[in-house]
């Protein structure tokens, strides 16, 4: 039988664009240290290790046996986990299979990159199929400015409804220390000025180039109570990679990984209602568009409903539901690290340390990955066990 | 643990170079072998893993080129960067996480890239890159440390590529199928002192995949399953200065673990067979040792008195080993395989009389940094 699982402990570094004054090793190191002091443990006491970062970012080949003295990795089982953007939930949902199988009792993930010694969208053109796709869908930004004008042009939305996004999670970010956008807000004039990059989308509606790790423990039933006086409990997690091709993804019929993924994850936590149930949200919002067409995927508001549903300020913290009181993905982005980021800061929220960001009377949480060829991974988080 | 199984399992043929095949085609091979091989559709497959390196093949998340050919089309699925008994490791917790079934599936193509390249780039990048260390030049020194320390001669671990290579020849997958002598191996050109040609694997391409199975799924199979007993894994320091190179104590750590759990208490007596990751001739005795198999220094003893021949007390890699066909990432779940065919009676012309229990055993990193081993058995 599966065990329960929770989470118990988070870590992250203060993140910059450039962090100059550590190396890749210290940098996991500091987020693992944090990780560690935060639930008291040391690493004598962890049983297994999981790490994830894309290697052609700091160009490592086989990061998981290079990275031993950072992760305190010696003579302890460690493996590597990469899937693109999703990564770092990847990472999270092999920590959870880690512990649940009975296998080791405390797990520890590590996510990471240092992107100011990576060209990264060099790297991540090679991701596109060399014949096919490559010419066209290359990089990050291609297939997202397919969508976003996909939508504008199926429900009216406009750039400025994109731009209330990003102007949330900049607001956000200023709760947030770790933030590499922390003390710098942002407004709706500031978003509509900036360099338009791929139409619809201009330099302040995408996420930034970070550097910075995070790190996050999980426990077995029996241990966690131990460790945590509450626990963030792992409810359910839902992954869909499923397209190999840009052009195979249907740009018009709203996020359909997210769509599959939530609706399978809500449906194992038993979860109903999500706008009603789920508490706060840390979702992996790449770009501001994403902000309003993937809440109606996940189901928080119907087809179109996106745009109002944020300017009436139901996901800004106060509202109905909070989506990313830490800033997201907008205001910080070490891309191996960015989706276990979404999970530390959602068992954050359950854990109750959240201090200036922290969301009152949490007791669901929920965390996406975002990545690939448009995959989704989702994790539901709660104080009550499952 | 529970009871969970390796119901079905696939295979490529190993070659130098397989031209026509992108990723997408040799996943789609193994994975629908496997599926036939276990008497399973997809819609038996509840969650899948692949086994993929960006560096290997040369694309960013490379595991994004196989997803369909997986059979992971709205499908649970997860990505492990290392070698394939690591990637199996990972679908067996998600079997005895809650999944009724797991496919696993790895693919490389060495042909696609440069060996010397992509390994080097296994090094730190400020203190040994440029030192040009890299798979074949580490091993060299770690064969040197292993030699000097024990006083074994290149004779000694030529032996080992002249037994494996003529395992192959039972073995309709291998690569390389070899009538050799000692000599052969001896006179075969320098590659890095003290390795020569027919000490070092070969470039390889090729893809396997296995299906993880709960006790109730694996019923619904049609083979007659072979159940995981005991798997772990462990990784050493990484800078080569701060190892032991003689001393694979990491792998003392995964076996002793693996057989803990699988109440393996005299290795040598109660374990039939051994398919182990022999990249280099060197390494099937220094593995062996690591195993627990003969005392340090004695793996080398152990070959040449027969004891791992295939009509020996212990056969180890049967199947022509890893130096008889290197596909990365694909070698060590294909050890795996041939220890589950071992065990059902279906390795063929290779086949071992009476396989009760079996080890399978994979590495990542530099000189084998970091090891997985696996307990399989009959019961």
């Given at each position: 039988m599966a065990?329960?699982?929770?989470?118990v402990?988070?870590g992250?570094?203060?993140h910059?664009?450039?962090?100059?004054?550590?190396?890749g090793?210290?940098?996991?190191?500091?987020?693992?240290?944090?990780?560690l002091?935060?639930?008291e443990?040391?690493?004598?006491?962890?049983d297994?290790i999981?790490?994830?970062n894309?290697d052609?970012f700091?160009?490592i080949n086989?990061?998981?046996?290079?990275s031993?003295?950072?992760?305190g990795?010696?003579m302890?089982?460690?493996m590597?986990?990469t899937?693109?953007?999703?990564?770092?939930?990847?990472?999270a949902?092999?920590?959870y299979y880690h512990v649940?199988?009975g296998i080791f009792?405390k797990v520890l993930?590590?996510?990471w990159?240092?992107?100011?010694e990576?060209d990264t969208t060099t790297a991540i053109?090679?991701?596109?199929?060399p014949?096919?796709?490559r010419f066209?869908?290359?990089?990050?930004?291609?297939?997202l400015a397919?969508?976003?004008?996909?939508?504008?042009e199926?429900y009216?939305?406009t750039q400025?409804?994109?731009?209330y996004?990003a102007?949330r999670e900049r607001?956000?970010?200023?709760n947030n220390?770790?933030a590499q956008?922390?003390?710098?807000p942002?407004?709706?004039?500031d978003?509509m000025n900036?360099?338009m990059?791929t139409y619809p989308i201009k330099?302040?509606?995408?996420?930034?180039?970070?550097?910075?790790?995070?790190?996050v423990?999980?426990?077995a039933?029996?241990?966690?109570e131990?460790?945590?006086?509450?626990?963030?409990?792992i409810?359910?997690?839902s992954?869909?990679?499923?397209t190999?091709?840009?052009?195979?993804?249907?740009?018009?019929t709203g996020m359909?990984s997210?769509k599959?993924?939530s609706r399978?994850a809500?449906?194992?936590a038993g979860i109903?209602?999500?706008v009603?149930?789920?508490?706060v949200?840390?979702l992996y919002?790449?770009y501001?568009?994403?902000?309003?067409k993937w809440i109606?995927a996940?189901?928080?508001?119907g087809p179109g409903?996106?745009?109002?549903f944020?300017?009436?300020?139901n996901?800004?913290m106060?509202?109905?539901?909070p989506i990313?009181?830490?800033?997201?993905?907008m205001?910080t982005n070490c891309?191996g690290?960015t989706?276990?980021l979404?999970?530390?800061?959602a068992?954050?929220?359950?854990?109750?340390k959240?201090?200036?960001?922290?969301v009152?009377?949490v007791?669901n949480?929920?965390?996406?990955?975002?990545?690939?060829?448009w995959?989704?991974?989702?994790?539901?988080?709660?104080?009550?066990?499952? | 643990?529970?009871k969970?199984?390796?119901v079905?399992?696939?295979q490529?043929?190993?070659k130098?170079?397989r031209?026509?095949?992108i990723?997408y085609d040799m996943?789609?091979?193994?994975?629908v072998k496997a599926m036939q091989?276990?008497?399973?559709t997809?819609d038996d497959?509840?969650?899948?893993?692949?086994?993929s390196?960006d560096?290997l093949?040369?694309?960013?998340?490379?595991c994004?080129?196989?997803?369909?050919?997986?059979?992971?089309h709205d499908?649970?699925v997860s990505t492990i960067?290392g070698?394939?008994?690591?990637?199996?490791?990972?679908?067996?917790?998600?079997?005895?996480?809650?999944f009724?079934?797991?496919?696993?599936v790895a693919?490389s193509?060495g042909?696609?890239?440069d060996?010397r390249?992509i390994t080097?780039a296994?090094?730190?990048?400020i203190?040994?890159?440029?030192?040009?260390?890299d798979?074949i030049?580490?091993?060299?020194?770690?064969?040197n440390a292993?030699m000097?320390?024990y006083?074994?001669?290149?004779e000694?671990?030529?032996?080992?590529?002249?037994?494996?290579?003529?395992n192959?020849?039972r073995n309709?997958?291998a690569?390389?199928?070899l009538?050799?002598t000692v000599?052969?191996v001896?006179?075969?050109?320098?590659?890095?002192d003290p390795?020569?040609l027919?000490?070092?694997?070969?470039?390889?391409?090729g893809?396997a995949?296995?299906i993880?199975?709960?006790e109730d799924?694996a019923?619904k199979?049609?083979t007659?399953?072979?159940?995981?007993k005991?798997?772990?894994h462990c990784?050493?320091?990484?800078?080569?200065g701060?190892r032991?190179l003689?001393?694979p104590k990491?792998?003392?750590?995964?076996a002793?673990?693996a057989?803990?759990?699988?109440?393996?208490?005299?290795?040598?007596k109660?374990?039939d067979?051994?398919?182990?990751?022999?990249?280099f001739?060197?390494?099937?005795p220094?593995?062996l040792?690591?195993?627990g198999?003969?005392d340090p220094?004695?793996?080398?003893?152990?070959?040449?008195?027969?004891?791992?021949a295939?009509d020996?007390?212990?056969?180890?890699?049967?199947?022509?080993?890893?130096?008889s066909?290197h596909?990365?990432?694909?070698?060590?779940?294909?050890?795996i395989?041939?220890?589950v065919?071992q065990i059902?009676g279906?390795?063929g012309?290779?086949?071992?009389?009476?396989v009760?229990?079996a080890l399978a055993h994979g590495?990542n990193?530099p000189?084998?940094q970091?090891?997985?081993?696996?307990?399989?058995g009959?019961k």
């Amino acid at each position: 039988m599966a065990r329960r699982v929770a989470i118990v402990g988070t870590g992250q570094t203060h993140h910059k664009s450039h962090r100059i004054d550590v190396n890749g090793k210290e940098l996991i190191n500091e987020a693992v240290t944090r990780a560690l002091d935060d639930c008291e443990l040391t690493i004598a006491d962890i049983d297994a290790i999981i790490i994830g970062n894309m290697d052609h970012f700091e160009s490592i080949n086989y990061v998981d046996t290079w990275s031993i003295e950072g992760s305190g990795g010696y003579m302890k089982p460690i493996m590597k986990v990469t899937t693109g953007g999703t990564t770092g939930t990847s990472v999270a949902i092999a920590g959870y299979y880690h512990v649940a199988s009975g296998i080791f009792d405390k797990v520890l993930c590590i996510g990471w990159e240092k992107n100011s010694e990576s060209d990264t969208t060099t790297a991540i053109v090679t991701c596109s199929d060399p014949i096919w796709d490559r010419f066209s869908y290359s990089g990050a930004i291609p297939s997202l400015a397919t969508e976003a004008s996909a939508y504008m042009e199926q429900y009216g939305a406009t750039q400025e409804d994109a731009a209330y996004v990003a102007v949330r999670e900049r607001t956000h970010a200023q709760n947030n220390p770790y933030a590499q956008m922390y003390n710098r807000p942002i407004t709706i004039e500031d978003v509509m000025n900036s360099a338009m990059l791929t139409y619809p989308i201009k330099l302040l509606d995408v996420c930034p180039r970070t550097d910075g790790a995070c790190a996050v423990v999980f426990a077995a039933e029996g241990v966690a109570e131990k460790i945590a006086p509450q626990p963030a409990w792992i409810k359910s997690c839902s992954v869909r990679h499923t397209t190999t091709w840009f052009g195979d993804v249907d740009y018009n019929t709203g996020m359909l990984s997210l769509k599959r993924a939530s609706r399978e994850a809500f449906e194992t936590a038993g979860i109903k209602s999500p706008v009603d149930e789920i508490d706060v949200a840390e979702l992996y919002l790449p770009y501001s568009y994403a902000g309003l067409k993937w809440i109606e995927a996940i189901g928080f508001c119907g087809p179109g409903e996106g745009p109002r549903f944020i300017r009436d300020g139901n996901t800004n913290m106060g509202g109905k539901l909070p989506i990313n009181p830490s800033g997201g993905v907008m205001s910080t982005n070490c891309i191996g690290a960015t989706a276990l980021l979404r999970t530390a800061e959602a068992a954050i929220q359950i854990l109750g340390k959240g201090d200036k960001r922290q969301v009152p009377d949490v007791t669901n949480a929920m965390a996406t990955g975002f990545g690939g060829c448009w995959w989704s991974d989702v994790i539901i988080l709660s104080k009550d066990k499952p | 643990m529970d009871k969970i199984a390796i119901v079905g399992v696939g295979q490529t043929t190993y070659k130098r170079k397989r031209q026509a095949d992108i990723f997408y085609d040799m996943v789609y091979e193994v994975t629908v072998k496997a599926m036939q091989d276990a008497g399973y559709t997809l819609d038996d497959i509840d969650n899948v893993v692949t086994v993929s390196n960006d560096f290997l093949d040369g694309r960013t998340i490379s595991c994004m080129a196989v997803q369909e050919a997986a059979g992971a089309h709205d499908k649970n699925v997860s990505t492990i960067e290392g070698d394939g008994t690591f990637g199996a490791f990972y679908g067996a917790m998600r079997v005895l996480g809650g999944f009724g079934t797991t496919l696993v599936v790895a693919h490389s193509k060495g042909s696609e890239g440069d060996p010397r390249v992509i390994t080097n780039a296994m090094f730190d990048p400020i203190y040994h890159r440029s030192l040009g260390l890299d798979a074949i030049s580490s091993s060299a020194i770690q064969a040197n440390a292993y030699m000097d320390r024990y006083g074994l001669s290149e004779e000694q671990f030529a032996l080992v590529s002249v037994k494996n290579h003529k395992n192959a020849q039972r073995n309709p997958y291998a690569q390389l199928p070899l009538e050799l002598t000692v000599d052969d191996v001896m006179q075969s050109r320098m590659i890095a002192d003290p390795l020569k040609l027919l000490d070092c694997s070969p470039v390889s391409d090729g893809a396997a995949a296995v299906i993880i199975a709960n006790e109730d799924r694996a019923k619904k199979a049609r083979t007659k399953p072979v159940w995981i007993k005991g798997v772990a894994h462990c990784a050493d320091a990484y800078f080569l200065g701060d190892r032991d190179l003689t001393d694979p104590k990491a792998l003392k750590d995964a076996a002793k673990r693996a057989y803990t759990m699988a109440g393996i208490n005299t290795p040598i007596k109660e374990i039939d067979l051994v398919e182990l990751y022999d990249a280099f001739s060197y390494m099937e005795p220094l593995w062996l040792e690591g195993m627990g198999f003969c005392d340090p220094g004695k793996g080398a003893d152990i070959t040449e008195k027969g004891i791992t021949a295939l009509d020996g007390k212990l056969p180890v890699n049967p199947s022509g080993g890893v130096l008889s066909a290197h596909p990365v990432l694909v070698a060590g779940l294909t050890r795996i395989i041939e220890a589950v065919l071992q065990i059902r009676g279906d390795a063929g012309e290779h086949q071992i009389d009476g396989v009760n229990t079996a080890l399978a055993h994979g590495l990542n990193g530099p000189c084998g940094q970091s090891h997985c081993v696996w307990m399989l058995g009959r019961k």
